[in-house]
């Protein structure tokens, strides 16, 4: 579903997931993820035209001529659902849209309520948290994603949206950026994670922590039980870049909730904190052996083990992360300082591929880590 008008000479569209042309935007010289590209292309269309939405019937629609009227009847009827469902597939779309332009209203709020499907919305943090005081549910809501905005989070804000969340037994996929609120706290993050294990459906979660320093170790073992819970997941990225309070006994935690995500395919972490160490790291990837479909491990922006390279001293055990991203990736990563019962260089191991067939997202053998 999509609206679409015309307003002051310019044609303006809203859609319901980011469309091509949000793909590969810039702003201010940097790289938009098409969901803040959605955003600002949506902010042009013009408000009062999607609260109009919000009561439209289409079966009172005119058409150009009776013929035209007939036809389109008829694809609704056949293609659409019927009337009914058409209506409160346009109505959620522009509740939704409105969300984006700070235009939430009661109305707004009781149409998502009143939903026949999953919708799709995509608000600021404060903005969402505001709707959710005022009676919004998100029973109905399968993708969810939090934008970074003026203003932090608070515990008191993880706790409201950690509530809402425990009716979101619909959601598919979350995207969720806290970056530098750092008023949250490991209270906070545990009530978002007892929200989020309501989603036993959740496919995809993306938790941007970046920058929240008051989050330790309490809070990330609440998070590993949180995984615990998802048996449902595939993708995970999970950036907690220079959150210093969590040390190794944290990631040992969540590497205990990730051995119980089976099916993940893909995991992209972000764990520059001082106090995490080669075996915090290690333990993580441990939790990762169950999952028998891994293709893609991704930590702190390597396709190989990241951080712990050049920093491990017990290379025995860097060599089983190392063939454990083998297995699981199918890359060979670098080993500038091989254990001691590391094949020869010229005898690569049976399931890694030769010299002149390296994948294509395989590092240069030059490149330094980063």
Do not use: W
């Amino acid at each position: 579903f999509a609206i679409a008008t015309v307003h002051n000479g310019f044609g303006h569209i809203v859609t319901s997931s980011p469309a091509p042309v949000d793909h590969g935007q810039r702003y201010a010289s940097r790289d938009l993820p098409p969901e803040q590209a959605q955003r600002k292309r949506q902010e042009r269309f013009p408000g009062a035209r999607l609260a109009a939405a919000l009561r439209t019937k289409l079966e009172c629609a005119e058409a150009s001529s009776e013929e035209d009227k007939r036809m389109i009847c008829e694809v609704v009827s056949k293609e659409l659902g019927g009337f009914q469902l058409a209506n409160s597939n346009l109505r959620v779309l522009a509740a939704a849209s409105l969300f984006g332009l700070d235009g939430v209203t009661a109305e707004c709020i009781q149409v998502l309520n009143d939903a026949e499907q999953l919708f799709q919305l995509s608000t600021e943090r404060l903005t969402l948290v505001e709707a959710i005081s005022n009676g919004l549910q998100l029973q109905h809501c399968g993708e969810l994603s939090l934008l970074p905005g003026i203003g932090g989070s608070e515990d008191d804000d993880m706790r409201s949206l950690g509530t809402a969340l425990r009716g979101a037994t619909g959601l598919i996929s979350a995207s969720l950026d806290f970056t530098f609120c750092d008023k949250i706290g490991d209270d906070g993050l545990k009530a978002l994670g007892q929200g989020l294990s309501s989603a036993r459906g959740l496919r995809e979660l993306k938790l941007i922590l970046a920058g929240c320093d008051r989050i330790g170790d309490e809070g990330i073992r609440a998070l590993g039980e949180t995984l615990s819970y998802l048996n449902a997941l595939t993708k995970l990225v999970l950036d907690c870049h220079h959150c210093h309070e969590i040390s190794d006994e944290g990631m040992k935690a969540l590497g205990q909730g990730l051995s119980n995500t089976r099916d993940l395919t893909s995991v992209v972490l972000h764990l520059q904190c001082k106090r995490v160490g080669d075996e915090g790291l290690k333990t993580v990837f441990q939790g990762l052996r169950n999952a028998e479909g891994l293709t893609t491990v991704k930590v702190n922006g390597n396709v190989e083990v990241g951080g712990m390279q050049g920093r491990q001293e017990d290379a025995r055990d860097r060599a089983q992360v190392i063939d454990l991203l083998r297995r699981r990736c199918g890359t060979t990563p670098r080993a500038d300082a091989p254990p001691t019962d590391a094949p020869p260089a010229d005898t690569p191991p049976a399931d890694v591929p030769p010299a002149d067939a390296t994948p294509a997202d395989a590092p240069p053998a030059d490149a330094t880590p980063a």
